[in-house]
């Protein structure tokens, strides 16, 4: 039986080790505080801050993981490369991780080595080198720390007097210990989508029908598949995913974010080298296989002839609207109990205003209209109540 040593244990870690366990896989949890929810459906679970490159090197001792499954980012990374040239797998690689796990890493990649087309941009280690790139790329802005998740510390900036915040922002933002930021061009795009890409150890690269979302503040709150983009716009897509994920080498899924703008056609925004946020809506089987059953599959090398999609679908997160430090409780789930529409708690042992507690996700036949689908999902997620 394989061991995988799974770096990071919510959500979507939670899922990605229920795949794991219904092809018989062992899996150890590891996160920074007990009772997370990958945690709670693992055989075993490790509970230490994964920056800290001792207690990283003493878990893999410890476990001897035939895999290790990087799932958040605030990893010490480079430690990933040891362990792969130990004989440890890393999934997709330990040059994946080590590149996307940081906005730098993977923005000089893309644009400068690979060529792809993305917003202007420069870096800033002071809030002085900030003012000096905002003259070059003008207003509006967007400011981001180079590590970080789920929006944190990113900042639309409109006009020079709000630099000082998205500078402050953005710095408290930041994971990990690198206390640098981006500063990009605004492109005023029309849709924004995740390309979900997979690449095989011994078979071609796989695409998923494409992924429309809505963000609030750089963080998800709702997608769903397949999203409208003209044919010509879905190959540029394609062939970009495919040049990115080549030269960061590695079996895996990967969650491809793309701008695309109707008169300028598509920008690469940004690549995790793991199951997407966004690809949740997957869990409403619009897919032959979920995101987190591709991921799997792709890291331990079974073959995955096609995927194809089943059904069109939307999923719709549920907020915590209060800050609660003990296990928070749910009302009104039962109203979610509608045909084809299905619930996940994610079992997050406490909240935060605005955290992800739960997704609702909803099909309907490939016939269906999308929109119904994706207001049925907003209407059902809003009638959980978390207290």
Sequence with gaps: MKKILLLGSGELGKEFTIAAQ?????????????????????DEFEVFHMLDGDALEKAVAKHCPDIIVPEIEAIRTEKLYEFEAQGVQVTPSAKAVNFTMNRKAIRDLAAKELGLKTAKYFYATSYEELQEAAKVIGFPCVVKPLMSSSGKGQSLVREES????????GISGSRGDI?????????????????LTVTQKDGPTLFCPPIGHVQKGGDYRESFQPAAIAPEH???????AAKVTEALTGAGLWGVEFFLSNENGVYFSELSPRPHDTGMVTLANTQNFNEF?????????????????TNIGASAVI??????????????????????????????PTT????????????????????????????????????
């Design 319 to 348: 907020l915590s609207e209060i800050a609660k430090e003990e296990a928070p409780l749910y009302r009104g789930i039962e109203k979610t109990c509608e045909e084809d529409a299905d619930i996940r708690i994610f079992g997050k």
């Design 293 to 309: 059953e591709l991921h799997l599959r792709a890291a331990i090398g079974m073959p995955i002839p096609c995927i194809k999609q």
């Design 234 to 240: 879905l190959a540029e897509a394609q062939r970009m």
């Design 352 to 387: 935060r205003v605005g955290r992800r507690m739960g997704v609702v996700v909803c099909n309907a036949p490939l016939d269906g209209n999308l929109d119904e689908v994706r207001d049925k999902a907003k209407r059902l997620a809003s009638y959980v109540e978390v207290y």
């Design 179 to 195: 206390k640098e930021l981006i500063i990009e061009e605004f492109i005023h795009f029309d849709s924004e989508i995740t390309l």
């Design 22 to 42: 219904r092809l018989g896989l062992h899996v150890v949890a590891c996160d920074a505080y007990p009772g997370a929810p990958a945690m709670q459906v693992a």
């Design 162 to 169: 709000e630099l000082q915040h998205a500078w402050e922002y």
